[in-house]
């Protein structure tokens, strides 16, 4: 009975995180690709809606390590093998197609660049190339210190830190090409996110807060709030912490949602099921909106309704792109 109800329990945390997912994955497509001229609103939740991803992004960090921990920690080579597969397969084979698809418009210097580093064709993966690389850490200073890896990685996440708010950091990067500098220049802050992803799942704190749902709840909401509204008042030394805090306070959020009480299995597959194609989603959500713009002139105005139409088409590749390569590791191109 205890590992059913930990089974549930695990099963209504995953559900709210895929369900975080789907929300963010359609938040950094209305990002990219709405015209943000024509809304012209005066509402700050709204603004910061359609201007603001940086919160999208470092959950997406925090959820990446925090969902890896065990990958990562039981060094269990087989699922790291698996887990630097996921990622290097869209990585590569993307740039490549979508070369290929327009190989007047670029040169094998942007093909290198783009796998070298993730930009040069296709800029989304200046993301993947930051998970990609600091897994490699991870993975290097785990399985070389058994015992004290923790240590370690906090000690890089330290150096990071400080290295973030030294002033000669923010002007080392401008002497440099800008294809080489948008996907370097994160790795120090993406780092930093990633050990807090990973420290988040030693500490069991949505486990512990779904005591006090109600209170945790609350408590969530004002921070959501004051982020929103008051983030402007705190120095950009404090921004990473306080991006932290709200993206831990996000995923409390939705991790200690009572799934359980909507009594309705079928919501919560489809949840998970749709969650799985956010990373598909955000993969091809740029070149889909070029294709939109190129076949319809009405596209061309950008609207939330052609964002709509955007997110609908990446999901249908997505589920077709899986379904019919559900037993091959191409299906890691869509999930």
Not at 15 to 28: D, P
Not at 73 to 89: E, V
Not at 180 to 192: D, L
Request: proline share 2%; hydrophobic share 45%.
């Amino acid at each position: 009975m205890k590992t059913e109800k930990k089974r549930k329990k695990k099963k209504e945390i995953y559900v709210g995180i895929q369900l975080l997912r789907i929300l963010f994955s359609f938040h950094i497509l209305v990002f990219h690709c709405i015209n943000r001229q024509m809304y012209q609103y005066k509402s700050k939740i709204i603004k910061f809606i359609i201007n603001n991803v940086g919160i999208d992004l470092v959950t997406f960090f925090i959820i990446s390590f925090f969902l890896s921990y065990k990958c990562f920690s039981s060094r269990n080579i087989i699922k790291i093998k698996q887990r630097f597969k996921r990622l290097l397969i869209p990585y590569i084979a993307w740039p490549i197609i979508f070369c290929i698809i327009n190989f007047q418009k670029y040169k094998f210097k942007d093909l290198f660049y783009q796998l070298l580093i993730g930009n040069g064709i296709h800029f989304i993966f200046w993301f993947q190339f930051n998970i990609i690389f600091i897994s490699l850490i991870f993975s290097i200073i785990i399985f070389l210190s058994k015992k004290r890896f923790y240590m370690y990685l906090f000690f890089i996440g330290i150096i990071c830190y400080l290295l973030k708010n030294y002033a000669y950091y923010s002007n080392f990067f401008s002497n440099y090409n800008y294809i080489v500098v948008f996907p370097i220049r994160p790795i120090i802050s993406s780092y930093i996110y990633s050990i807090f992803g990973f420290y988040l799942y030693t500490t069991n704190i949505t486990g512990k807060l779904r005591k006090y749902k109600k209170k945790a709840t609350i408590l969530c909401v004002i921070i959501l709030y004051l982020y929103i509204y008051y983030k402007k008042l705190f120095t950009p030394n404090f921004l990473i912490i306080l991006n932290i805090i709200c993206s831990y306070d996000l995923l409390i959020l939705f991790s200690i949602f009572p799934f359980e009480k909507l009594d309705n299995t079928k919501f919560n597959d489809i949840i998970i099921k749709l969650g799985n194609y956010s990373a598909g989603i955000y993969y091809l959500h740029p070149k889909i909106q070029s294709f939109l713009l190129y076949f319809s002139n009405k596209m061309k105005s950008r609207t939330i309704i052609v964002c709509i139409i955007n997110y609908l088409i990446c999901n249908i590749i997505c589920f077709i792109g899986l379904k019919t390569f559900r037993n091959s590791s191409l299906r890691y191109l869509f999930i």
